[in-house]
C-alpha cells in the first residue's frame, strides 16, 4: 500500500512531463513553417516567357531554290543540288523557301495553292520567298505560257 503512495504523484509528473513533450513539438511547427513561405514562393513561379527570335522576317534559313527556264528547258536546284526532271520539291511543312526563277522569256511565276504570282523577264529574275504553311502537292509554272517548272511537295 506504500508503494501505491508512491507511485501516485510520479505518476502525475510523468503524465505532466508527456503533456508538455507533446505540447512542444506540436506549437513549434505552427509559426515556423506557416503561410509566409507559401505565399512569397509563387509569384516567381513562371518568368520570361518572352525570349524567343525564331519569327524573324530576316531569317536567313530558308531553302533556297532555283529554276532556270532557256530555250524551254527548265533546270532546278534545291541548295545547290540539281533535281531530276519534272522536278519536285520536296520540303517539310513550316519551312521557309525561297524561290529564285531566270528565264529568257518575259513571263509570271505562279506558285499555285499559295497562289504567289511574280513576274519576270529576260533582265528581271523573279523572287519569291513564302512559309510553307499549307500541306499538299502544288504545281509551279509559267503562267502565261502555263509551262510547269516544277511541283511543291509540302510534307506534314
Ligand atoms: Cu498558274
Redesign the pocket.
Known amino acids: 500500500m506504500r508503494a501505491a503512495r508512491w507511485l501516485l504523484p510520479l505518476g502525475g509528473a510523468v503524465v505532466l512531463v508527456g503533456l508538455f513533450l507533446l505540447l512542444r513539438p506540436t506549437e513549434q511547427p505552427e509559426p515556423g513553417a506557416a503561410p509566409g513561405s507559401t505565399v512569397t514562393a509563387t509569384p516567381s513561379a513562371r518568368p520570361t516567357p518572352t525570349m524567343t527570335p525564331t519569327e524573324s522576317p530576316s531569317a536567313p534559313d530558308a531553302l533556297e531554290v532555283e529554276i532556270e527556264v532557256e530555250e524551254g528547258r527548265v533546270d532546278v536546284e534545291v541548295e545547290g543540288r540539281r533535281l531530276p526532271s519534272p522536278a519536285t520539291i520536296a520540303v517539310n511543312q513550316g519551312d521557309r523557301v525561297s524561290l529564285r526563277v531566270e528565264a529568257d522569256v518575259t513571263d509570271r511565276v505562279?506558285v499555285?495553292g499559295y497562289d504567289l504570282l511574280t513576274e519576270l523577264s529576260r533582265d528581271r529574275e523573279a523572287t519569291i520567298t513564302f512559309r510553307a504553311n499549307v500541306p499538299g502537292v502544288f504545281?509551279i509554272?509559267l503562267?502565261d505560257a502555263g509551262q510547269p517548272l516544277a511541283q511543291l511537295e509540302v510534307r506534314l
Open positions: 505562279h499555285h504545281e509554272e503562267e
